[in-house]
């Protein structure tokens, strides 16, 4: 039942996709011209309407006129996108950069800013850095605050009690004075994809983000899996080699130490080339420099044999590979292929996609606005809405 209720959540979802793009792309219009535009029944489009003016999606403006002699009645009345709509905004509070998102309630993203932050920065000191930008980017965009409805938080690491970048969360709140909700940033970069980008389409996918560190998002049935302890996606915290070097986590021989960014500078480095950051590896693996290829295609390969136990777990429909390693296309994609074509049930008969990310380093921040939207589309209404007037 719960399934059902998922699918039938999406193609509501998809039916109002389908309305707002058509107000969007040709402006006001009749019930009756929407219902020919976008091919719904009259019942379904009604429905779809009455819903979206609830929200504050659209509204009613005007009558239409079309110039042609009417019979009786009142002229049709016109739908079109709400101008004044509620915001929403999301933050992604990354280890060394902070993204903003800004949504207005039609789910269009309407502004986006990035800033640098100190890799030793504190959450206190990440929450006035978003505040900040959020202010900077609403100030030159000439966007209004009074509409802000929620605000999505993307945060890093297990997002169980310990984890005291819950304070920027709470920070933001208190500035703002309206909802947070927060999420591993991984995890949010799933939930975008499988809203906006590459996994749109799936409702079984895995995610994971290869950059400075290695996480991921896995979302079964359509639904984002958190797990019990707020840990689901740590893939960069998987073991490869339990003799190996002491990670920050407190395991040993993790993931995201053996193929993060940082580890890949210390082996290219040994191999004799010098590189000072994640553009110049990247440079000079698409520049095809034999040392450097050599170490992101092995990295690769062990990527790809972590991804291929996953796949064998939750057999997903889709694979999605996001982060600053995806830019290089074939070169990491194709081992990635390769080892889990290999090594994850290879006898079993099945389709799965393997596929770059869709939506860049914006990712995390436009997941935290769809982590607001659809806490809004599950909350029950109001039954006292007029109490307070």
């Known amino acids: 039942m719960e399934r059902r209720a998922d699918a039938l959540q999406r193609l509501r979802q998809a039916h109002e996709e389908v309305v707002l793009a058509a107000l969007r792309s040709e402006g006001p219009m009749s019930r009756t011209k929407l219902t020919a535009r ?11 309407i009455s819903e979206l003016m609830a929200r504050g999606a659209v509204i009613e403006s005007g009558t239409e006129d079309d110039g042609r002699p009417r019979g009786r009645g009142r002229p049709a009345t016109r739908v079109s996108l709400n101008p004044d709509a509620g915001l929403l905004i999301g933050v992604d509070l990354g280890r060394r950069r902070i993204r903003v998102a800004i949504a207005n309630v039609a789910r269009q993203v309407i502004a986006t800013a990035v800033d640098d932050s100190a890799p030793d920065a504190d959450e206190a000191e990440q929450a006035e850095l978003a505040v900040a930008l959020i202010h900077k980017l609403c100030a030159d965009r000439h966007i209004g605050l009074r509409a802000l409805e929620a605000i999505g938080v993307g945060l890093v690491g297990a997002m169980d009690a310990s984890n005291r970048r819950w304070r920027a969360a709470e920070r933001l709140a208190a500035a703002f004075d309206t909802r947070v909700e927060a999420d591993n940033n991984a995890r949010l970069a799933a939930l975008a994809e499988q809203t906006w980008g590459s996994a749109r389409s799936a409702e079984d996918v895995v995610y994971v983000r290869w950059s400075v560190g290695v996480g991921g998002g896995f979302i079964s049935g359509g639904r984002l899996l958190r797990g019990a302890h707020g840990a689901s996606g740590e893939l960069g915290h998987v073991s490869v080699d339990p003799a190996g070097p002491r990670c920050h986590c407190g395991g040993r021989g993790c993931l995201e130490e053996l193929i993060g960014t940082p580890a890949l500078l ?7 080339v010098r590189l000072t950051g994640t553009d110049d590896l990247l440079e000079a693996a698409q520049a095809r420099t034999p040392a450097v290829t050599d170490v992101v295609v092995d990295a690769a390969r062990t990527l790809g044999t972590v991804l291929a136990g996953t796949v064998a777990q939750l057999d997903p429909e889709r694979v999605v590979v996001g982060g600053d390693l995806a830019q290089l296309g074939g070169l990491v994609l194709d081992p990635i292929r390769s080892a889990i074509g290999g090594l994850a049930l290879p006898g079993t008969a099945r389709t799965l996609d393997i596929v770059p990310a869709d939506l860049g380093p914006a990712a995390s921040a436009m997941g935290a606005i769809a982590l607001v939207l659809r806490d809004q589309e599950r909350r029950p209404p109001d039954p006292n809405p007029a109490d307070d007037l």
């Open 38 to 48: 976008t091919g719904l029944s009259r019942t379904t489009l009604f429905a779809i």
């Open 266 to 272: 210390r082996a290219v480095a040994a191999r004799g």
